[in-house]
């Protein structure tokens, strides 16, 4: 099985994350851990230019495309392995992450950034994607003072990128949207919740 992670900034992804790997560990589940930009060497080095070199300037479609290129290294090396040897794979962040962000929130053609997408994961897809959704205005004082250059682009931009995911979340029925504005464990349980109904729907 293959869960993504996603949501802006702050939401809540990387804590949940942790709390279902916990959980699906406590039930026998194998489950690999990878990040989206990164976990692949290649990856890791692309995730540094695209987040933490605010000297550089990227254009939208500079950026989608080396989040691409990140990510078909991730697919071939980690997660398409992982998924054959009948591993649990949660990746924090997927091919959802760039329509909302470079497509919705930049301006991209989402049908271009769809495209581009198809090469990338060469249909290796999650089975479930968790959209944490939580208002821009309680996940952004989260951040902290270091913001990396897509937590940068500001709060407006972090409005416009919620949008992008709802909107998208309407029409893939393997997206669960959860509600991040609860308390942890109330979140924790609705994820397991969403977890347990696709486990039962897989052949
Ligand atoms: P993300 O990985 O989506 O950026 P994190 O899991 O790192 O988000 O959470 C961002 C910050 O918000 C962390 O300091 C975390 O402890 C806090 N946090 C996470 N979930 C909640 C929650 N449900 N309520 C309050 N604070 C939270
Ligand atoms: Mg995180």
Redesign the pocket.
Known sequence: MFISFD??????????RDLLTQWLTEQGHEVVLCRDPGTTEAGERVRDLLLHRAELELHPRTEMLLYMAARAQLVDDVIRPAIAAGKTVLC?RYLLANIAYQGHASGLDLEDVRGVGKVAVDHVMPDLTIL?DLPEDIAFP??GKNLDRMEAKGVAFMHRVREGFLKEAETYPHVAVID?????DA?QKAIREAVSQRLKDMP
Not at 7 to 16: E, L
């Open positions: 949501g802006i900034d702050g939401a809540g992804k990387s804590t949940q924090d944490l989260r951040l991040a504005s609860q308390e942890i979140i």
